[in-house]
């Protein structure tokens, strides 16, 4: 029973139970008649905006790279016994944390 579950098995078990849900669904699906409507972007009834939607991903960086030091740094210190020798690198967290909160 456990060759069920190994994962190329369960792969050659789902791939044509895929492929018969794909071209049943595309069987009942309606035939498709391409117009200006459909190929024009949507914004919720209202006029798309022609500029630039995100600013970028400077900020998702800084925020991605202050949880990643902030959790990491709380992982290595939890990890160890609080001594003298664990202050320095607290305080290094510390001063990097500010840096990233500051730019």
């Known amino acids: ?11 050659l078990i789902y791939l044509p ?15 498709s008649s391409p117009s200006a409507e459909k190929s024009s972007l949507y914004g919720s009834g ?20 202050f949880f990643a030091i ?12 609080f001594s003298v020798n664990m202050l320095p690198y607290i305080i290094g967290l510390m001063m990097a944390l500010i840096a990233l909160i500051l730019g």
């Open 1 to 11: 029973m456990n060759i069920l579950l190994s994962p190329p098995l369960a792969f």
């Open 17 to 31: 139970l895929v492929f018969a849900i794909y071209f049943l669904g595309k069987g009942l699906a309606g035939k």
């Open 46 to 65: 209202e006029e798309a905006a022609t500029s630039m939607a995100s600013p970028g991903y400077k900020p998702f960086f800084l925020i991605a790279f």
């Open 70 to 81: 902030l959790h990491l740094g709380m992982l290595v210190i939890g990890s160890g016994t």
